[in-house]
């Protein structure tokens, strides 16, 4: 009986032993990919240039974008303004999700229980909601601005930037 709850004893510890270390060389790996899709947004305003050059700023892309749009000094103005308010914003964000991406990656070295790590997660996807929200609130708050004209010729520099890229 004796040697019957130490077997099980060392299998739960051995199956133990294998998940953290399953998860341990697995952590890297989604790290890196959650962290490349943050770097990889960019405002609407900043990079739709089909061929840039590597010395171009984000600054002169955007100007270059409002060139290509045909932007009135109004619109432009607005533009920026929408980007202001949306930019701190989506950095807060941004930041709020490190730090509970990074909470959750301590959770699951340790020995917390799964409903622990599950309610983590669904904070972290709330958190990652709310900041597609906001890109999409700023995407819809320029759209608003633009005419339908400007509209469609942004469409065709998106595509021709997705080609491109």
């Known amino acids: 009986m004796i040697f019957q709850a130490l077997v099980r004893r ?7 032993l294998a998940i953290a270390l399953s998860i341990f060389y697995s952590l890297p790996v989604f790290a890196d990919y959650s962290w490349s899709l943050f770097q990889s947004y ?26 290509q749009l045909d932007l009135t000094t109004q619109q432009q103005q607005q533009i920026k303004q929408i980007h202001l308010q949306y930019q701190q914003k989506i950095i807060n964000q941004k930041q709020s999700i490190t730090k509970l991406q990074q909470q959750l990656s301590d959770m699951m070295v340790g020995t917390e229980p799964i409903e622990s790590l599950k309610a983590k997660n669904r904070q972290l996807s709330a958190l990652r909601s709310k900041m597609e929200s906001l890109h999409f609130d700023s995407m819809l708050a ?6 339908p004209q400007q509209r469609q010729k942004f469409r065709e520099l998106v595509k021709n930037y997705a080609t491109v890229k």
Do not use: D, G, M
Not at 10 to 15: A, G, I, K, P
Not at 142 to 147: G, K, N, P
């Open 10 to 16: 060392q299998r739960y510890l051995l199956t133990l």
């Open 42 to 67: 960019r405002f609407p305003t900043e990079t739709i240039i089909a061929e840039r050059p590597a010395s171009v700023t984000p600054k002169n892309r955007a100007l270059s974008l409002f060139q």
């Open 142 to 147: 320029i759209r608003e601005i633009l005419t």
